[in-house]
């Protein structure tokens, strides 16, 4: 299966997330003034950055792209869409998940490795991994700490739609384990219908034991399963 | 056709916790501006607008608000338009 990786103008995880991709498939650069998603694209990854320098807010000026036309319409269709770091602020600004990523609630810019918790593995982007495990990935962040008003929370919490909350290495969620100050400790979600989730850690930098890790592989590995096995469409 | 200038104040909404104000806050009371207090920052967004009347300004400065220069999920914005001076 082929992933598409979408560079915006100050996006700089970009190949990172390529080389991910490719250790489960194929991977092709999608460029943000592309105004279509090739047709053999089966998952679109909105990497991490900068994207237009973080000006007016994370994601705002990018949401806007030319190609973003074709990512509603590839969403629209049930199209697989993961958003990492920048990603996830894009597809908040874009209205395609709830809620936004304010500035850390630390006053300061993040970069660390973090441990989620996978509260849902019966998902496109979970579904490799273990119930129980702990995955270390890193965070780098100044401005991933999810907020959504309560109702949207409570809707998140009670249709199992927040898929990674931040813990400690034993898997326990305790307010300590919160680097930025996210609401019920959030560190990714999924839409209604399961085929978008965004996170502000990035699996993609740990997807190769090689560069010390490989914890962040199995939400790629997920993604090609589902895909190819053609479940949770 | 009249051209309308805007001066836009987009500031988080209330009970959005503002680490900037805060931060900045601290450095007041650092330096002794003890008696200074809830420090809130925002944005200020200025622009021209080229339209038929004021109100036909006014509509379009919100809708420009509403869809990018603020985010209404934790901002509000409030637009103060004038004539714009013959350059």
Redesign the interface.
């Known amino acids: 299966m082929k992933f598409g990786v979408i560079t915006f103008p100050g996006s700089n995880c970009d190949h990172d997330a390529l080389w991910a991709a490719s250790h489960v498939g194929t991977s092709q650069t999608l460029w943000h003034k592309d105004e279509a998603i090739p047709s053999d694209v089966e998952c679109v990854i909105i990497p991490g950055g900068f994207s237009y320098g973080d000006y007016l807010r994370c994601g705002a000026v990018a949401r806007f792209s030319p190609i973003m036309k074709d990512v509603f319409r590839f969403a629209e269709r049930g199209g697989t869409i993961i958003g990492i770091c920048n990603g996830f602020q894009i597809l908040t600004e874009a209205g395609l998940l709830p809620g936004v990523l304010l500035r850390n609630d630390t006053m300061s810019f993040v970069c660390k490795d973090v441990y989620l918790k996978t509260e849902n593995c019966n998902t496109t982007f979970t579904n490799s991994i273990k119930p129980d495990s702990v995955l270390r990935v890193p965070i780098a962040h100044g401005e991933g700490n999810y907020y959504a008003e309560a109702e949207t929370i409570a809707r998140l919490e009670a249709e199992n739609r927040i898929i990674f909350r931040y813990a400690a290495p034993d898997g326990i969620v305790s307010r300590r384990a919160n680097p930025n100050g996210s609401i019920n400790n959030i560190a990714g979600i999924i839409n209604e219908r399961g085929n978008i989730l965004g996170m502000m850690p990035h699996p993609e930098r740990y997807s190769d034991a090689r560069l010390g890790c490989d914890d962040g592989l199995s939400v790629f590995a997920s993604i090609a399963r589902a895909l190819q096995q053609a479940v949770f469409r | 056709m009249k051209t309308y200038s805007a001066a836009v104040k987009v500031t988080l909404r209330k009970g ?2 503002d ?2 104000g ?2 900045v806050e601290q450095a007041l009371h650092a330096i002794e501006f003890t008696a200074i207090e809830r420090v809130r920052i925002g ?1 200020f967004v200025e622009f021209d607008i080229t339209a038929e009347s004021e109100q036909e300004a006014k509509i379009m400065a919100e809708d420009a608000c509403r869809k ?2 603020a ?1 209404p ?2 901002e509000d914005f409030s637009i103060t338009l004038s004539e714009r001076e013959q350059i």
């Open positions: 959005i916790l680490v900037q805060k931060t944005k990018l220069i985010n999920i934790m």
